[in-house]
């Protein structure tokens, strides 16, 4: 048998020479880059004028430059002007007023659930990190037993099915967009959630489904409701547009409304963003809710929210929530925000029309309305993966392969440009 020295010096070799190789990580394999931040990506390294970046979900002025919103700038400079301002930790649920302040834009003020102290609401990062803190307790805490399963739309946003993976949840999917209308397809979606096991958790965009634009009508919304409690399935509510879809910040949160009212009470999540409404991108403000029974079992969900958040971050950031609780809670900066947000809304609105009206100009084959009856930033093209790559490589047109584009990166400019391009690709690529 090898004495204990000789063992050592094998390894100690045997680490030489992983290093003389590439060390410790020479295994590792090039990740793939991601489909959305890599538009923008081959977006920058593109030096052809004409190039136009619609991969990006973020609002653009017509000029193509970011936007700070005038309410958010004021905010900003009160905050940086208020003497009694630190740079102390937030507790490790966030800023208070700004949680209060977001299941209340949410549910409403009056809505029985807030009045009664039974929703859960905790700070996060953005949208993103409140469904991976949302995932989490989930996984954790879903009643022994109960499958570990979630439904997700397809198409969905791209990163649902990582986040929810990764916290160890089953993704399973359920029919959402019909290819040959270019709408919903309801009954698709009915009868696979209606196989679905009970106590599943059901992931639902509350307006404005990214990617597709295409969201229920509100009797649909209400036979989900229906199938939702008949199967005693859990709602997770996405919410990252509201106030950006319709210019309404009521009328966007009516789906998560309506289920929150229903009798029983029903028990839901709820993620929040405030990137597209705020324009608050690069501030990661965001909050989740989870809707309870009772004010006890709220306030045990939260203790047990706060044990996701302290080992995976601590704390979130205090500037973006600071600003975002301002804007809300000051009546003149809350009234400016709703009427940019309308702005907002009516010129993608807008360009959906310029779209429209120079795709019908061109003549091309079939119906091309489902551009004005989509909602919200994006538009689903149903273009090919090839008829997008031809769109990158020959004009310059950054998307994603989905043939998801954004209708906030249009101008009526870019409009004629685009709908030639589009012509092009649906002429001659299939």
Known sequence: MDSPNKRLAVLARQCCAGAADGGTWEHVQQAPPDPIIGVNDSYRADTDPRKLNLGVGAYRTEEGKPYVLRAVREAEAALAADPAANKEYLPIAGLPEFCRLSRELALGPGHAAVRDGRVATVQALSGTGALRVGAEFLAQHLPPGQPRVVYVPNPTWGNHKTIFGKAGMQVREYRYF???TRGLDFAGMLADLSSAPPGAVLLLHACAHNPTGVDPTPEQWRQLLALTQEKRLLPF????YQGFASGDLDADAASVRLFASAPGPQELVLAQSYAKNMGLYGERAGALSVVCKTKDVAGRVESQLKLVIRPMYSNPPMHGAAIAARVM????????WKEELAGMANRIKAMRQAL?????ARQ????????????GMFSYTGLSKAQCEVLTAKWHIHLTMDGRISMAGLSAASCPYLAEAIADVVANVK
């Open 237 to 240: 509510f996405d919410s990252a």
């Open 364 to 375: 091309l084959p079939g119906d091309w309305s489902f551009v004005l009856k989509q909602i």
């Open 356 to 360: 429209y009206a120079q795709l019908t």
């Open 329 to 336: 809670s000051d009546p003149r900066l809350n009234a400016l």
């Open 178 to 180: 019909c290819p040959k």
